[in-house]
């Protein structure tokens, strides 16, 4: 009884020695060695752990598949990938005679007389066989088998966190790898703004004094506050800034949250170099307001003559009509032109000269100016007034007109025969709100988003295509946001549009 007590806590003490080395370990190689000596307390010529292909590819790359110890270890390993083939099907094998079963290794070796084989089983995923072979033949005996399975079990397991362990790591190295080959400059933060990852590019925008490493606060070494409060900002959204930087670079950057369980863990700042698209936009702007100033004498001159062409002598009713062509295509262009200075001259905020406005009469001059308009089209338009008065606005008055009038000649333009239009003025909020409601033709709710872009115009399709430049709901916007307010559309194709401008009743000292 004594021996039989010996030998348990002898079996005990190896189980809890490979157990300690499976738990300490997370690569195979470290793992394996206390798994195999165990195994060789029992005696046999060779102990192996063989481990399966898996179908994932980068797995198999880094990982070292098999592992033995023993002195005919190397003259069995033959045997590995048809013990691998027993135990894919059959969790334990035990062989007294494997050549009978046609297990023998290639070489000249005389195959084993005995051989035991566990399959290595974790939450039921297969990750090959634990074997040992014996030069002679044996038994092996209740404990013996129950010692080989418990310490089976500690090799799945450990099978188990060292694919867990190289899967992590080599999503890891892919990870650097994008970062490291991607140009823009990319920013990893945790959630109090210390660099959790920085790539080559971000190194070489922002560091220009100590190397950024991990941990490092980003208030350390960025200098743009704009990108310091993007990046420590509490959103849950992504967030966008323009961002200068020394040499006149401007970047666009991105700053995107790291969500887990709802918890903000840091954010992803990615910055793109949009440097040459602000000097193209410039260079365009500035181009446009050239040709167009350049344009304006010539077309003066145009109109000029062709209108004195009359003056100077008898035109037959056929060179009438090439006249008013003429002075009607000189006018559509003269407008244009006239609208693309408006636009640079707001955009550039040059001539704004707020005052104080009374809106109400505003609104009345421009829907009387366009009632002729909306008449020969048999258009209702009304003015919709709150019992209230709207009190005066502080804004430019010539600017907020045409605003207006821009609106609801759209409005008369895009609403057929017999329709309604109905303007209206409200004052919230310490906003005073313009709204121009038609039933006309309506817009899709694809084109909807860019209505307000220059020279944006629908596709017509209807009958009686009308004319424009596709700019004055340019200057609309222009006009709104150079007095701190914006503009707005609802609609539906077929149905009717609603039109919104918003400004503050004052504007900031
Ligand atoms: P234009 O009228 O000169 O084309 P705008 O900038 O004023 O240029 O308008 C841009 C486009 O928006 C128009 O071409 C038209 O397709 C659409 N649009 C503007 N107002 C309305 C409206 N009230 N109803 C339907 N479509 C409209």
Redesign the pocket.
Known sequence: MRVSLKNRLEEINRLLFVSQGVASAIEMDTAVQPILEGVMAIGPSSARVVLAQTNALDMNVNMPTRFGLGELTDEYADLDNQILGLTQKQDKVILTNPARAGLEPANDFPPPATLMAVALKHENVYYGALWLAYEQPRKFNQEEARFISTIASQAALAAANARLYTSAQMGRQRLEAILASTPDPVLVTDHRGRVLLVNPAAVNLLQNGPEITSGTPVESFIQQEELIALINSLEDQPQSAEVSFPGNRIFNATASPVLADGQLMGRVCVLTDITQFKELDALKTEFVSTVSHDLRSPLTLMRGYATMLQMVGELNEQQIGYVEKIVSGVENMSRLVNNLLDLGRIEAGIGLRPEMVDVTETVAQVTEGLQIQAAQKQINLTTNFPQEEIPAVEADPALLQQAFY??V???I???DRDGEITVSLAAENDMLVFT?R?N????APV?QPR??DRF???D?KQSNP???????????KSIAERHGGGVGVE?QLGQ??T?HLTIPLRQPK
Do not use: C, H, W
């Open positions: 821009n609106l000649e759209n409005a333009k895009y609403t121009v038609d006309g033709i309506g817009v084109d209505l307000f944006f115009r629908v017509q009308q004319s424009g430049s596709g700019m004055g709901l340019a200057i609309v609609s009717g549009s039109f």
